[in-house]
Nanobody
Framework: QVQLVESGGGLVQPGGSLRLSCAAS????????WGWYRQAPGKERELVAV???????NYADSVKGRFTISRDNDKNTVYLQMNSLKPEDTAVYYC????????????WGQGTQVTVSS
């Protein structure tokens, strides 16, 4: 059973930075996609960034140029470096790992709160 454990959330002032980490225990599929999602109060969960096994990435328009997703395959870990944070980035951030064995399998982290406020 794979479990994802997140860390790195917290309170930061506007313009500040945070780095989120998400480590997987257990074995992941060789071909998989890591993603970071977020959910603000009263809003639906939205995709923030993804990184594929080959290293290609995609970002939501709202975070392009400010956030960077990366992965360490040896450590089964994904990171989200968040710079120039804005109050509208405040949300619970969830990591996700997606693999396929004829059908899609999703693993989710427990979520970590990020609050951007002065």
């Amino acid at each position: 059973q794979v479990q994802l454990v997140e860390s790195g959330g917290g309170l930061v002032q506007p313009g500040g930075s945070l780095r989120l980490s998400c480590a997987a225990s257990g074995s992941l599929f060789n071909i998989n996609v890591w993603g970071w999602y977020r959910q603000a109060p009263g809003k639906e969960r939205e995709l923030v960034a993804v990184i594929r096994s080959g290293g290609s990435t995609n970002y939501a328009d709202s975070v392009k140029g400010r956030f960077t997703i990366s992965r360490d395959n040896d450590k089964n870990t994904v990171y989200l470096q968040m710079n120039s944070l804005k109050p509208e980035d405040t949300a619970v951030y969830y990591c996700n790992n997606k693999g396929w064995v004829g059908y899609e399998i999703n693993y989710w982290g427990q979520g970590t709160q990020v609050t951007v406020s002065s």
